[in-house]
């Protein structure tokens, strides 16, 4: 659901997605022919992604198609309120501003050192990242960056108080 409350993407028991208008009650089935397995809309409702087992699509609410990508595994998909969506698969991630650039690679595996992602969030422009083990990445600006933080409990992953705070739901 959009934070506003006025839109909602929904998919039903086949797969198939469509944006539900809240105050009319009228579905628009999007990405016709897709068996979707992942979605996740804008803050704002202007878009939103889906993942089929073959590849993510960001489409604008009106309609045009924004980015695509072919993926290997299932996704988590996270979307920031200013445009940008992180593409999580496993131990690989990549991020776009759907509304202009190309996509980049996020550097969450580096120097001989696996991580897998277990949880992330965008605070403003920044993605957090948690990783399996415990330890707490940012990426902005093209940079990965450790955040110091170290999470010993499993959580119910990150979460963002008024798009200052970082907070590990327990």
Known sequence: ??????????????????????STGVRTP???GHVVTTSAIAPDGSWFALADK???????TNGPELVHRPITQQPLLVLSPKGRLAVLEGNRAFEIAVQEGDWSEIPVS???????????????????????????????NGKLFSRG??????????????????????
């Open 54 to 60: 073959s590849s993510v699509v960001a489409i604008a």
């Open 30 to 32: 999007v990405w016709p």
């Open 149 to 170: 933080m170290q999470i010993d409990t499993i959580t119910a992953g990150l979460r963002v108080a008024d798009n200052d705070v970082l907070l590990a739901a327990s």
């Open 110 to 140: 580096t120097a001989g050192q696996m991580r897998m992602i277990a949880s992330a969030i965008y605070r403003e422009d920044t993605l957090e990242l948690l990783v399996f083990g415990g330890e707490v990445l940012g990426w902005s």
């Open 1 to 22: 659901t959009s934070d506003d409350g006025n839109a909602a993407l929904v998919v039903d028991k086949a797969g198939a997605a469509a944006l539900l208008d809240l």
